[in-house]
């Protein structure tokens, strides 16, 4: 009896070991380089992340997270075109109209199914307009790194679970996401112009005689167009 009871729990001991090494992937040098274009000038531009793994892992789905400043922000009402290539969702501001002094942060998640090495995710990424101060007519923004994740069906034993609130889109697509630390070229900065408050005055005021000219005009030009009437002789 007790050596029928060892047996069994040596083949359930090996039972287990097989499956879970069915189920971890050992990746002990897995990297990975991310790149990123810009197109676009201004308060409106494409931003394209280019993706490189230095070997490829079946079943699995690569996302990005992004934590846009109050200074940017992603249009909701563009995600539906953007779904038809990746998942992409959003939490946070939704506001457009929102200047950057009144805007909360927006997280942002885009998704897709790795199937090669390399893969491409873009975003358009827009600006809000600042309030005009006295001390600064430009301001730089800088776009914030991204974080990488991988979703398996396999277990990636070197990384940790992430702990990322990814938005419900992405985070349904995989039972569990884990972080991948990664190298990115120089970091993309912005220059944005300011309005200058010590020209407000100037600027109100070409403006009040501007319409004042134009007024005029206008008034005369209404005057000239309408026709005299001359009193009928009995």
């Not at 069994?8 to 499956?19: D, R, W």
């Not at 997270?65 to 939490?91: D, F, G, P, W």
């Not at 300011?194 to 005029?216: F, P």
Request: net charge positive; hydrophobic share 40%; aromatic share 8%.
């Amino acid at each position: 009896m007790i050596l029928s009871r060892i047996k069994q729990c040596f083949i359930h001991i090996n039972l287990f070991c097989m499956i879970f090494l069915q189920t971890t992937v050992n990746c002990e040098k897995l990297s990975a380089h991310m790149s990123l274009k810009v197109q676009g000038i201004g308060f409106h531009r494409d931003l394209t992340y280019q993706i490189h793994f230095d070997h490829f892992i079946e079943g699995c789905y690569v996302a990005l997270y992004l934590q846009l400043s109050s200074a940017l922000y992603l249009n909701v009402n563009e995600l539906a075109h953007l779904r038809k290539i990746n998942t992409v969702c959003s939490s946070g501001e939704t506001d457009v109209e929102l200047f950057a002094e009144n805007a909360q942060v927006q997280n942002v998640t885009i998704c897709s199914y790795l199937s090669h090495t390399d893969c491409a995710m873009k975003i358009p990424i827009h600006q809000r307009y600042q309030y005009a101060n006295r001390n600064n007519r430009y301001m730089n923004i800088t776009l914030p790194r991204p974080k990488l994740l991988l979703g398996c069906k396999q277990r990636i034993r070197e990384y940790r679970i992430s702990k990322t609130d990814l938005c419900s889109s992405c985070a349904e697509t995989a039972s569990k996401w884990r972080e991948i630390p990664y190298s990115m070229d120089v970091e993309d900065i912005w220059t944005i112009p300011v309005g200058d408050i010590n020209m407000v005055s100037l600027v109100s005021y070409v403006t009040l005689i501007i319409t004042a000219l134009c007024t005029i005009f206008l008034v005369q030009t209404i005057r000239k167009s309408v026709p005299r009437q001359h009193p009928k002789r009995e």
